[in-house]
């Protein structure tokens, strides 16, 4: 069963900064898209950034050109950096990887809660 796993939310006060990091296990496929996405209470989830296996990435208006998302160096692994935090970034931020075998597959991390107050 392919597992994801983030790490690096917590409290942090406005105009901080977080980083979170995503790893996947038990797969020896790479992840074609690695990506964020977040959830505040009474609230759909929304897409943060995405970003490809060649390195394209996407992100959304609410945090362009605060939030910085990459690959790591290690296989199958992701960092989300969160500059300039506001209270509206407040939510529980969950990994997402889209995966190819014989299909597409997605695969959901159990969420890490980011909370951005004073």
């Known amino acids: 069963q392919v597992q994801l796993v983030e790490s690096g939310g917590g409290l942090v006060q406005p105009g901080g900064s977080l980083r979170l990091s995503c790893s996947i296990s038990k797969t020896r496929f790479d992840a074609y898209i690695m990506g964020w996405y977040r959830q505040a209470p009474g609230e759909e989830r929304e897409l943060v950034a995405t970003?490809?296996?060649?390195?394209?990435?996407n992100y959304s208006d609410a945090v362009k050109d605060r939030f910085t998302i990459s690959r790591g160096n290690a296989k199958n692994t992701a960092n989300l950096q969160m500059n300039s935090l506001e209270p509206e970034d407040t939510a529980v931020y969950y990994c997402?990887?889209?995966?190819?075998?014989?299909?597409?597959?997605?695969?959901w991390g159990q969420g890490t809660q980011v909370t951005v107050s004073a």
């Open positions: 997402n990887a889209r995966i190819f075998t014989n299909m597409w597959r997605e695969y």
């Open positions: 970003i490809t296996i060649a390195g394209r990435t």
